[in-house]
């Protein structure tokens, strides 16, 4: 009849109407019906942003932090990033997007030294108890031993 649209193998989706045409549909229902489960967090580097370390590149890349599968998959008109994370948060909270940001620094397309900078000046604006607790569940090594090194120092 029409009215499915195919996302990817096994996967469809009944488009709404609007006055402009069918609508395409939300990333978390997406993610949702692909990895048929619930315990997930989507979100784009960009959102990095919101925590004022100075980074300010704009991504065209949506992460999904899940614990089944791993790597890039085209999903309708949209590519999603998979990634295998042994925990992370049922929603996006300011000093997770610091850690994760502390994390993937390699990754990002921003100046490493002036983030870096701009990350120890700001840890003052931070209720350091969550902070430190968000280090503790999703900091790598790395993360882990710097935060350490910033506030011992």
């Known amino acids: 009849m029409g009215k499915l649209q195919k996302l990817a193998q096994g996967l469809y989706h009944a488009p709404k109407q609007s006055n402009f045409g069918p609508l395409p549909p939300a990333d978390d229902q997406v ?6 489960d619930k315990e ?19 991504y065209n890349q949506t992460l999904v932090y899940n614990h089944k599968r791993h ?11 998979f990634r295998v994370k042994l925990r992370f948060p049922k929603k ?25 900078s701009q990350a120890r000046s700001k840890l003052p604006s931070f209720d350091l108890d969550r902070l430190q607790e968000a280090v503790e569940n999703y900091g790598n090594m790395s993360t882990r ?3 350490r090194e910033w506030i011992d120092g």
């Open 31 to 36: 993610v949702k019906g692909f990895l048929r």
């Open 40 to 58: 997930f967090l989507v979100f784009s580097p960009s959102s990095y942003n919101a925590v004022g370390l100075g980074t300010t590149q704009l």
């Open 71 to 81: 790597g890039v998959f085209r999903l309708g008109n949209r590519q999603f990033d």
């Open 92 to 116: 996006l909270t300011r000093e997770f997007l610091y850690v994760d940001l502390l994390n993937n620094l390699e990754e990002l397309a921003e100046d490493r030294d002036v983030v870096l």
């Open 145 to 147: 031993k710097r935060f």
